[in-house]
């Protein structure tokens, strides 16, 4: 499953398809753009999600996702309006948190570092992405979700409880070379019990 074509439904979208694909080294500019738009909210204090520019997200982050084939963007209209690496690492922050759903690793799938930009946020891109993302897991034979974001990023935390995702834990740690991170551990179960 490379790639998702989503018909256009409802205001907002840029107009003709709507596609989730795995990016390519001609996407890295966009997704720099996107952090770089994010970085300058949060530096004028109009966005909290709590991460720092030149720590990270870097266009490094993006570049090192797409050498490993887990690079996916959100495209509409032909411009990259979102992108988030999808792949099976749990970072070793997850071994502190307090999970319901005890798998074995070869089961679980993770997204990381989802990114709409800005400028077009509200849209429904946040929602298409982490759709995509559980099919793309179901595909890949992973019923189990687990994701984190920033304790201060309450914008994802609404998203994720919306779309039925569950708070397992939040851990102290420093994440990605930013000290001072509550980072909060989500999961999701797409099996029936």
């Not at 989730?20 to 909210?41: G, N, Q």
């Not at 988030?84 to 798998?103: G, T």
């Amino acid at each position: 499953m490379h790639g998702k074509r989503l018909t256009k439904g409802g205001t907002g979208r840029r107009g003709g398809i709507m596609i989730i694909r795995k990016a390519s080294e001609e996407d890295i500019m966009a997704v720099e753009a996107i952090y770089d738009h994010l970085h300058t909210l949060e530096e004028a204090g109009t966005l909290s999600i709590g991460w720092i520019r030149n720590i990270y997200p870097t266009r490094r982050t993006a570049e090192e996702a797409l050498e490993k084939g887990e690079l996916f963007v959100l495209e509409d209209g032909g411009k990259v309006t979102a992108a988030a690496r999808i792949n099976q690492e749990q970072v070793p922050e997850y071994a502190d948190a307090a999970w319901d759903y005890l798998c074995s690793p070869d089961e679980v799938m993770v997204l990381h570092t989802l990114v709409v930009d800005p400028q077009v946020s509200g849209r429904g891109y946040g929602t298409a992405f982490v759709n995509f993302y559980e099919e793309y897991a179901l595909h890949c034979g992973c019923p189990y979700l687990r994701m984190d974001t920033n304790e201060k990023n309450t914008a994802a935390r609404r998203l994720y409880a919306r779309l039925g995702y569950r708070e397992a834990s939040v851990v102290p740690c420093v994440f990605n070379g930013i000290s001072g991170v509550q980072l909060v551990c989500l999961e999701k179960c797409l099996k029936r019990q």
